[in-house]
């Protein structure tokens, strides 16, 4: 069974980088057909996606955060882990952030999906 | 518009068929997948392909698609549905992933 779950620090503070890791065990992000993605939702409010890697390095973001956003794959560590930097972070940033498989036809995030996700982080933004 | 629009609430006494809608434009070109989020929990995708039943889905998990809008329907509606529920698709451009806002379903 495939599990996912994310690492990081349990603060950050306005204006400094949000920094995220996500450990895949049972198995390798170097796989056709599958991207990697990081999804987020703030306390009490609905999902929102902010981008997915392919394991050849093709990225994806979302357009309203792509100037901040962040997604690679950790090979210098392993072939199980990728990572979100997320840049001047304010209090609009505080959420639970999800990393996740998400399953889609390289060079195409057409008619993708997600169908593993870790438990979630809550990374408060806080002076 | 590459939103998509979903009803906050939907209400339903148990035994009941609840329906949830999800509109958008995109709707008519791609593919829609929905997931059910339990308080402090993952989403779990329910529906994908716009009809298709994941492994291990009950049977009263059934979806729909019709032009512009797509809708999950629970037959027999049990307590443990109570739940937040998400349709998720693909823009019209297709090079971001789209989620619905939402829609708290409670079992009366």
């Known amino acids: 069974q495939l599990r996912l779950q994310e690492s990081g620090p349990g603060l950050v503070r306005p204006s400094e980088t949000l920094s995220l890791n996500c450990v895949v065990s049972?198995?390798?992000?170097?796989?056709?057909?599958?991207?990697w993605g990081w999804i987020r939702q703030p306390p009490g409010k609905g999902l929102e996606w902010l981008g997915s890697?392919?394991?050849?390095?093709?990225?994806?973001?979302n357009p309203s955060l792509k100037s901040r956003v962040t997604i690679s794959l950790d090979t210098s560590k392993s072939e199980t882990q990728f990572s979100l930097r997320l840049t001047s972070v304010t209090a609009a940033d505080t959420a639970v952030y999800f990393c996740a498989r998400h399953r889609g036809d390289p060079g195409t995030i057409v008619d993708s999906f997600f169908d593993y996700w870790g438990q979630g982080t809550l990374v408060p933004v806080s002076s | 518009s590459d939103e998509l629009t979903q009803p906050p609430s939907v209400s339903v006494s148990p035994g009941q068929t609840a329906r949830i809608t999800c509109s958008g434009d995109a709707l008519s070109k791609h593919y829609s997948y929905w997931y059910q989020q339990k308080p402090g929990q993952a989403p779990l995708m329910v529906i994908h392909?716009?009809?298709e039943r994941p492994s291990g889905i009950p049977e009263r998990f059934s979806g729909s698609s019709s032009g512009t809008t797509v809708t999950l329907t629970i037959s027999g509606v049990q307590a443990e549905d109570e739940a937040d529920y998400y349709c998720q698709s693909t823009d019209n451009s297709g090079t971001s992933v789209v989620f619905g806002g939402g829609t708290r379903l409670t079992v009366l």
């Open positions: 890697v392919y394991f050849r390095g093709d990225t994806y973001y």
């Open positions: 049972s198995g390798t992000i170097i796989r056709s057909n599958y991207y």
């Open positions: 392909i716009d009809t």
